[in-house]
């Protein structure tokens, strides 16, 4: 059967070698499941199909043996009845019922095998079934994982550019306090060069000049006063 083919393909095959081209895992995981599930399905109508047919061969059967049972009942009776041609007449009846059974035991026994197989083979596709959704769950949270993976990955991809954006204003930070520092540098030289000139140098020894004057004349008051 076909539909046992493709458990058995995909039962016995590494699941993951048979995930490896496909674009969502995931997805096609649950598309196989959804397939089995309806295979499954068949092969339970097919099952029961046959257990209806063991079931109605096995009921001809015993129908059979039981109208057997009959005729020789009333040929025993007939005899005893002295009646030897109407038991003769049941064990001809017989006769025909016995090669019946014949053929109907061969066709239940065949039923019954058939049965018996396909209740196996649909036992196992259950099992099978249980073991491929496990399987299922396991590899929708891998495929979950890796996805979850994907995105650390990108948001530490993210954060390395902000890194690179942070470093570029850290250089022009220090290109701005190299720039501040030099304009300070070159006022303060300014300054310096301001100090130096001609007016202050003026400036200078006319304060010197008059603080001398100041003294000198302290100095005579004071000779004055002591009668020096």
């Known amino acids: 059967m076909g539909i046992l083919k493709r458990f058995t393909d995909i039962m016995s095959a590494n699941m993951n070698a048979l995930l490896d081209k496909a674009e969502d895992p995931a997805k096609m995981i649950d598309q196989y499941v959804r397939d089995l599930e309806r295979d499954l399905g068949s092969v339970k109508a097919e099952t029961a199909s046959i257990m209806a047919e063991e079931r109605r061969t096995k009921r001809e059967l015993d129908e059979c043996k039981e109208m057997i049972e009959k005729l020789t009942s009333y040929a025993e009776k ?59 769950d396991e590899i929708k949270a891998k495929v979950a994982m890796a996805k979850a993976q994907e995105r650390v990955n990108q948001i530490g991809s993210s954060l390395g550019n902000a890194t690179t954006a942070l470093s570029s204003f850290d250089k022009m930070e220090a290109k701005a306090n190299k720039m501040l520092d030099e304009a300070n540098a070159m006022a303060e030289l300014n300054q310096r060069k301001e100090e130096t000139s001609v007016e ?29």
Do not use: P
């Not at 019954?112 to 491929?132: C, G, I, P, T, Y």
């Open 78 to 136: 007939a005899l005893l009845l002295g009646n030897e041609k109407d038991a003769k007449t049941f064990l001809e009846k017989k006769g025909e019922y016995t090669k019946k059974e014949s053929m109907l035991l061969q066709t239940y026994e065949l039923a019954k095998a058939n049965a018996q197989k396909m209740q196996e083979m649909h036992d196992k596709l259950v099992k099978d079934m249980a073991s491929l959704n496990t399987r299922r």
């Open 200 to 228: 202050d140098l003026m400036e200078k020894y006319d304060t010197t000049v008059s603080s001398d004057k100041q003294i000198e004349d302290e100095l005579a008051a004071m000779k004055a006063k002591l009668g020096l």
